[in-house]
């Protein structure tokens, strides 16, 4: 019997062999990317390598995800990969992403109720530790957007998350920001179609809701501001995706009469800067505009406002609707406590007696309590 390869199994063998090596060779001569700009994240470190990594498997997790990070061309193959998924298999999600008419592209994020209860008394903890202030003290949640999705979506569930929220918190005065108004406030095209946040122009009615239901409003609220846009941008689900999504419009609303200070963590002092920051637009996430991000503590002044303060402990939702709360305040601080401690917080702001204190956050950090510093 004649077992000598045929001439196909040999080309076949060969173009092969070519192939692994052509990306071998890539692989090593292409640097590694410093940061996987679509994905808006660091690749993964190499693993630790330890007896115990290694005999549990966490090393060779590790290490996949290592090397498929700094694989040459990654984003071509994750797009055909998307493109199989959705388009050939006809899937209606791939790795947690889903895509829907009115809300675009999304993450499937399940209500953890043990991780809300634990949050719930964090904010709990930062509230009563305001209550000899005399200070009247509210909350509210930003629902993830898969809740208003047109068709159904195993994600957030307001249903499971309000009576946790009202137990914990049964103290305070809860504000709904729009949810479950007649008609809806907030909606699908509240938020953007690419990435999780809201759109600081179409959430102006929210911004009236709070302010209205903390006793702030004034009747002017929103009237003669003029809404901007920095441009077109595709926020951080359009990369995970991988596939070719329309880009969002990012706009905001333009307050001449504001005066933004920031912590500056050398110093320790407070430095003036821009109510938006329109260099970060090209940054790593555009988003970033408002009040610059990430930000430990701002204070936000408004002459034009009624002499009232507010303490809002906010997550980055709070960057985009902290402006339009400040037509109804004097001064406004803002707080997230995933930058700082609540138990330094004093160390930088003196607590005005009788003021306002909101607590606002997503259903992504509600999820998440170890990230709330309490």
């Known amino acids: 019997m004649d077992n000598k ?97 009115n809300v675009g592209v999304g993450e499937f994020r399940r209500t953890n109720p043990t991780a809300f209860r634990q949050s719930s008394e964090r904010i709990k903890k930062a509230a009563d530790s305001l209550q000899g202030l005399d200070m009247n003290i509210y909350y509210s949640i930003v629902p993830d957007k898969s809740y208003f999705a047109s068709r159904y979506m195993p994600g957030f ?28 406030i907030l909606s699908g095209d509240s938020f953007y179609k690419t990435d999780l946040h809201w759109d600081q122009s179409k959430i102006e009615m929210t911004a009236f809701i709070l302010s209205y239901h903390m006793g702030s409003f004034t009747g002017d609220f929103a009237v003669d501001y003029e809404t901007e846009t920095a441009g077109l941008w595709s926020g951080v689900y359009a990369g ?35 109510v938006y920051d329109l260099d970060r637009f090209s940054g790593v996430d555009p988003y970033d505009i408002f009040l610059r991000g990430p930000q430990p503590l701002v204070i936000i002044e408004n002459d034009m406002a009624p002499e009232r303060e507010l303490y809002l402990f906010r997550d980055s939702f709070g960057s985009s609707l902290a402006p339009l709360l400040a037509q109804a305040y004097s001064k406004i601080t803002v707080i997230d406590l995933r930058y700082i401690n609540l138990a330094v917080i004093d160390m930088f702001i003196e607590y005005t007696p009788g003021s306002d204190v909101l607590f606002i956050f997503s259903s992504q950090i509600f999820n998440n309590p170890s990230i709330i510093q309490t």
Do not use: W
């Open 240 to 274: 995970q995706l991988a596939l070719p999504v329309e880009p969002d419009t990012m706009s905001y609303v333009q307050f001449p009469d504001l005066r933004v200070s920031y912590l500056n963590d050398r110093t320790l002092g407070f430095d003036e800067g821009p």
């Open 5 to 101: 390869p045929t001439v196909r199994e040999i080309i076949a063998a060969s173009i092969f062999i070519v192939f692994i090596g052509v990306f071998f060779v890539l692989n090593i001569v292409v640097p590694a990317p410093t940061v996987l700009k679509s994905e808006r994240r660091l690749p993964a470190r190499f693993p630790e390598v330890s007896i115990n990594s290694v005999t549990t498997g966490a090393f060779m997790s590790g290490f996949e995800n290592y090397v498929a990070d700094r694989f040459v061309f990654r984003d071509t193959f994750r797009a055909i990969h998307a493109f199989q998924v959705f388009e050939v298999y006809r899937q209606t999600d791939k790795s947690g992403l889903y895509r829907c008419p």
């Open 157 to 184: 569930d307001l249903g499971l998350a309000l009576p946790i929220l009202f137990e914990v918190l049964h103290e305070y005065k809860y504000i709904d920001v729009g949810i479950m108004s007649h008609p809806p």
